[in-house]
């Protein structure tokens, strides 16, 4: 059976492409006509075979979701790593977020929660609704806490199940999970459930972003200024700076804290201070510009240059409103040894290149597709037509919708191929070659209205 899987699968990818897949694309037919080449004298039914995918599949995935708890914990064991330094996907997150839960859940701490200066755990919201008064009978911290745990479990095995309509939803699961906590509360409905998840949910948040005002309140407070006796004025503590540069060092802990900073930059000022750092420690004779793409890449997936980080940091930096938020997260020292120093910079602080044009700001996403076409002409001869097209999308901002700017426009050749270039098939057909390319130009019309993708071309006998 495992073979008649993997058969079919080869045999399922290469039929995909062709023009009769839609009349012809059944993958459990595929799997029975490999089941009767190696067993003709023994019959199967498709309602197992159907079962058999479905079993590889959860154990792919199961595979799958342990190579990643391997890697997490790897990382997280290592004690070169610093913290926060390794970013999962959202998935991940939420896997870790769900066994940090289940732990709590468990086993409570004794000699109380464990209070972070980023995060707010279950325990510590329950122990608020404790402190508020038992107002309602029924919803106690003890009840939350289980029905917070049936969430956690119906979640983790919906993920495990294949994502097929017909399979049981999240709601059938977390219901019976619920029963299984709470049997003598099981006659409660979906709705209810998810209403009382929702107001933990909501309470959580309202604790977490009060907590995070607090911190950021009294870290500018006690690290911003010192005050003088009498009536002379504030006296203020300068940013501390990377010793021969201009590049400011951030508390890490309280940046990455912020709730209105977004993650992309983030990051890229996380990834930025651990390159300086790597440089001052371990590598004085590497610049900056061959650490900072090196660090980035540890955290997405995309490899920029140093350049394109750097701008995509000015245009966060370039804003007042931007840097009043992450004020907070500046370290600061009035040593002379930390002062800005332009001077020995490997790049002098130059501002990037504005665009003159507008539409040279636009996100272009190349797209390719080719097309055939055969016909015979006057001497009976078979010719073939290749169209390539090159298509590009461009997506326009609320200001740019304004300036008519076409969304895709193209440009028409018409070359004749030689032998050389094209070689031509065993049946001596002639080739064409027919290419598009993108023109940028100006139409009259809006641009959200769109042009045609493509001009339409013909063909008669003679193969013009």
Known sequence: LELCFHKADLKYRRRKGSPRFRLKASYISLMESEWKKLHPDKYVDKRILN????????????????????????????????????????????????????????????NGPVKTSSN????????????????????????????????????????????????TKTDNLFVEEWKKVRPDMGHMSIWTLNAYVRKFDQFRNKLLEAKQ????????ASASTAYMTGEKRRKRIPIRYFPNSSIPVYDLEV????????????????????????????????????????????????????NQLRNMLWSVERFPSNMERLRVALLRS??????????YDHYRPILPRRYIFPEDQLLRN?????????????????????THLSLS???????ECGLDIPKVTFEKQFLQSDEQRFPLSDTNDELYWDKYQPKRMKLNGPSHLGTQLAPSY???SSGS
């Open 51 to 110: 079962v058999i995918i479905h079993t590889m599949n959860l154990d792919a995935m199961d595979h799958i979701d342990s190579i990643n708890t391997t890697m997490r914990e790897h990382t997280t064991s290592t004690p070169s790593v610093p913290p926060h330094h390794f970013v999962p996907q959202q998935e991940e997150i939420q896997e870790v977020e769900e066994e940090s839960l289940e732990f709590d859940l468990q086993t409570p701490p004794t």
């Open 120 to 167: 707010v755990t279950i325990e510590e919201v329950l122990q608020k609704i404790d402190e508020k008064g038992r107002r309602s009978a029924v919803w106690t911290s003890e009840v939350m806490r289980d029905l917070l745990k049936a969430r956690d479990v119906s979640k983790r095995r919906k993920r495990r199940i294949e994502q097929d309509p017909k399979l």
């Open 213 to 220: 005002k607090k911190a950021e309140e009294s870290h500018s």
């Open 255 to 306: 940046l990455l804290g912020l709730k209105a900073v977004s993650k992309e930059v983030k990051d890229l000022i996380f990834t930025r201070q651990r390159a300086m750092e790597a440089k001052l420690k371990e590598s004085p004779k590497l610049t900056l510009d061959y650490l900072w793409p090196q660090e980035w890449t540890k955290l997405q997936p995309s490899a920029l240059l140093a």
């Open 334 to 343: 009035s040593s002379s040894s930390d002062k800005r120093n332009y001077h």
């Open 366 to 386: 190349p797209f390719k597709f080719s097309q055939r076409v055969a016909f015979f002409d006057q001497e009976k001869r078979r010719r073939m037509i290749i």
């Open 393 to 399: 999308s461009e997506s326009l901002s609320s200001k």
């Open 458 to 460: 013909s063909c008669d």
